[in-house]
Structure formats: structure tokens, C-alpha cells
């Protein structure tokens, strides 16, 4: 890309990387402004008063210093105090903005399709914003630079006014090379051509650098997942029991020196580019000083104008070189960014619903399958084939079939986790793409097979955010046979889940899943489902779940699934996968008699109880 094509993409990336941050933190470009202003400001206050106090003095004037004296004292006061004031609010800011995009992220992968927040892309799109949060590709690296880049750029503008001063000041005398034109302009090209020297070897080291952090990304996100591992006391029982320790240190030590071995053969090349500019720099620095010292002998300068104007030439060089790094860190850095704004701006895929659903006190949701079939994204294996299914108000279901036969599936695409590939699935008649998505979900209670809870309080595990009805939280509690726990844990309700969040307490896998149940009681949506919901209850509590079962639903509709086969008993209606067809239906004592895979389910664990 030339020169022209970049600053013209720069010019773009800072505008709506401006437009980004401002729409949050207004406040941020004030700052920035100001504290970029009072940064490239106070240096030039300094040199150009004491360059007056310098010549007063040599010609012993000492009287008329104290003015100047007390301007450069107030001025270099008030200026770094701006200064410092701003490069705090920058801090706080950068954080602060960081924190929006995290949040921002964060909401979007909410408000994503679960179909599509599943897909290897999106986690990978995921990784990829937050590990340039992380690490190099940030928002808050990216405002720090703004910040550098507008300080340096009053820093440039202040220097050239000088340099222009001091050149229509001084006349020339082509008579004498320090003096005559000559060396003005030939410090302007040396100049020129050092500056877009350096900024070409700059752009390639940063190049450079981008190319091997986005080689490193995936061994990064890698580096960061066996990490977590590593630390994550959940993990700990698995980690000694089966020795994984060498596993995961094999696997760390080899990613970590994937990425050092990438880094390394930059950071020799980035070294000798580094080392290119800083002599070009300095060389650039030692013609101006002769030419500086030449006009001073020849009488053009004074010896405080020398002292003036050398500081000048080291600012300028100084602020041209932050600039140029600056600059092509910026401009990799929004190529990086970019995946942040693909990420915020993809559009939803699957159709969004606006219908309310109908609130009926009665409970009165009735859903009909319609011929649906189902195959999961990048896959051709129909999971589920042509089911047509009617599920009416206040019966209880179960549906029953060897692992992989798709009773989960058909429980996500109830709760339109996934939009069926053909068909429709249909609630009091109206096909359930309609609704608007937040209030469908509130039709149901459910318990998945792979629920989470959180780290959180119990009552905030149960209520996730509602005014808390302590009488309800009880009565849920009772059902699900978890209230005498609760009751003895060390602040009972308030009690903290787990140890990831501070002081936790660790429930067994039960004590989870009777919490899991009642989180869906405490819902108390219309449609209860309870996929596996007592795998890990003993047999009492068990027994319990099923004794209190009719009182917990409350004349709901229900579906159960389960392979504990005699807890079907007690369901209206059993329905039996089997090769994404419904195969068999009906009550437990007709599919007994039909002798088909139910009975053979059944008959396979009561076999162990004869
Ligand atoms: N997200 C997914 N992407 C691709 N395939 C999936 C996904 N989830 C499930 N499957 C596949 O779909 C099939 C049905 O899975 P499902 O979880 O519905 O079975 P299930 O009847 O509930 O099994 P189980 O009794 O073991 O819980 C399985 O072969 C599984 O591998």
C-alpha cells in the first residue's frame, strides 16, 4: 500500500476509532486533547525562556530575569500538572473502555443465536477480540497511541514554528555557507529523507510484529486454556488421579516455546531496524547541532537562540520518532481491531419475532411439531426426521431412546436453541419463530443435561437477578429435597457456590442437580423440562423427585427425559426415538405389550431388580 492509500486508511481507522470510544466516554477526547497539548507545550515554555534568562544573564541583565524566572516556573507548574492530571484520566479511561468492549463482546455473543454462538468461528472471532484486549491489539494500547500521536503532533507543529522563526529571523549570506541558504535547505532534505526512512523500517518491523502475533494467536488462546486448566482446582481431582501433569507441561512448554522461538527471530530483526533509526536519528541530530553552532559563529544566532534552538531539534527528533512508531503501530493495530468491529456488526442470521407471547393464566401452550427434520450446522446427519408431534396442555411426557437418538436435540429446538432445517414447530398455533425470542424462553423451565450453575450467592442461583421471594425460594427448595442442606450451610441462602469466587461452598453432584431443579421450579414457566434431571440423585432422592413430582408441576406440561426407564411410569405418554424417528409411543403398559425398544429398555434394568 503506498504511502498516500495508508494515511488516507490511518485518517479513516481514527475516525471511527474515535466515534467508537467517544460514544461511551465522551469525556476521552477532551482529555486526550488537552493533556497532548500541556505534554508538547511544556517543553518548549522551558527552552524558549530559558533561553531569554541565558542571554539576559550573559549580558548581565540579572534584573530583568526574575519575570521570565517566574513564567517558566508557573508556566513548567501549571503545564505538568495538566499533564499529569490527563495521563491519569488516560489510565482510568483506557480501562474503562477496555471494560465497554469486553461488555459489548460479551452482549453480543448473548444476543447471537445460539447456533451461531456455538460455531468454531464465533469462539475462535471470540478468542481473537479478547486475546487483542489481552495482549497487543487493544482498544486501550490503541488510545494510548492516540494520545502519543496527538502530544508528539503539537510537539512537531511547536518545533517547526521555531524552525521557520529561526530561518526568517537569521538572514542569508550566500557568502558563507552557515549563513547562506545552503544549509537551511540542506538540513530540510537530510530531514525529509531520514523521516520516511525511518517511518518505511518502522512499518516493516511492525509488519513484522502483527504477522507473529497473529501466527502465535492460536498458540496464545492454547497457552491460555492449559492454564487455566492448570489453575483450576475443578480440574485437580481429574489432573492427579489420572497424572495428567505431564501432559499438560508437555503441551505448555512446547506452546511456550512455539511463541518464544516466533518472538525471538522478530526481536533480532526489530533490534538492528531499531538501531538503523536510532543512528539516522542521532546523525541528523549531530548535522543540525554544526549548522546550529556554525550560524552561532558566524553571529546569526545568539548563544541562548544555540541552546533554544538545539532543544527544539531534539524534541523534534524525539516527537518524529515516537510518531512514526506511533503511527504504524496504530495502523497494524486497527487491522487487528477490525475483527473486533466484524464481531460487534454481524448481523443475526435466523429470523427475529416480535409476537408477544400470549400470558394465560390457565397455562394453556400447546406445541405441534410439523414434519420437522434436523441436521446440525456442517453436517449432513439428520438427527431428527419428519417428526410430527402434538404436546398438549397438562400431560406429562417422557421421551425415551438409546444415547444419540436426538431427545436433546428435539429439547433445543423446542427452546429454539436451533431453528429446525425443515418444518416448523408451532405454539397455540403460530409458528414459534414469531414470537419474540426473550419472552418464548420464559414458556419454559428447564433442567439440562449439562446445566451450570453459578459461583454465585444461592439465592442469586435461584432468583439470577428478580427480587428474591424468600417464601418461594423455601417452598422450591422443599420440593426438590435440597431445604435441609441449605439450611445447614454457613449463611444459608446468601451461602457462596464454589471457590472461584472468593469463600464458596462445594455441593456434590446431587446437591447440584437439586439446585438445578429447583433454579427451574423457582421459574415457574408453563412448560417444565427435565432432561436427565436425576442421574445423580440416590435412590431415595430419587424417589422423592418422583413422589413429589405431580405437586412440584403443579398441572404444568412436562417433559421427562430419562434412562432410568421406571421413572417413565408415572408419564402420560412415552415417546421413543430411535434413528430420528418417532419409533414407538404410548402408555408404559401398551409399549410393554408392543415389545419393541422400549420394553427392551425397560426389561434391561429391571432385569437387575428381579
Ligand atoms: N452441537 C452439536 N453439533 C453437532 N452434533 C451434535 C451436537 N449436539 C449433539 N450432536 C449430535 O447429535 C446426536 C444426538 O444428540 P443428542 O444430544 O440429541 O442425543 P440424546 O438422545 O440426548 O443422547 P443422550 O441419551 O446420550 O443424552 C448425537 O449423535 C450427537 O453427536
Redo the contacts with the bound molecule.
Sequence with gaps: MGVKMKFKKLWYDSISFIKLIKADHPGIIWVIAVGGLAGAAGPFTQLFFYSRVLNKVLKGLYKECIPDVVILLTAALVLSLIKKACDQSVKVLREACADTIYLKTANKAFSMEYEEF?KTETMDAIRRVQGGENSSGGIGDQIQSIYVLIEKGFAILFSLIFVIVLFTRTKADSSNFFTSIWSTLLIIIVFLTVFFLCLKLSAISYRKFYEVEKKNEHFNSFGVYLLAIMNNYQFGKDIRIFSMQGLLEHYFKKTMKTINSVFLKWSIKDGSYTAVIVLLTQLTSGLVYVVLGGKAVYGSISIGEVFMYAGVILELTGAIRSEIIEYNSFYYRSDYLNTYYEFINRPNNRYTGTLPVEKRTDGEYEFVFENVSFH?PG?D?L?LNQINLTLKVGDKYAIV??????????IKLLCRLYDPTEGRILLNGIDIKYYDYQEYTKVFSVVF?DFKLLALSLEDNLTLGEEADKERIWEVLTQSGMRSAVEKMPSGLQTNLYKNNGEGVEVSGGEAQKLAISRALYKNGPFVIL??PTAALDPIAEAEIYENFNSMIQGKTAIY?S?RMSSCKFCDDIIV?DGGVISERGSHNKLLKEDGIYASLYNAQAKYYA
Excluded at 401 to 410: M, Q, S
Design positions: 456455538e446440525y453436517s446427519n438427527i431412546g438409546k444415547n444419540g437418538a436426538g431427545k436433546t436435540t428435539l443435561q432432561d436427565e427425559i434412562h426415538l
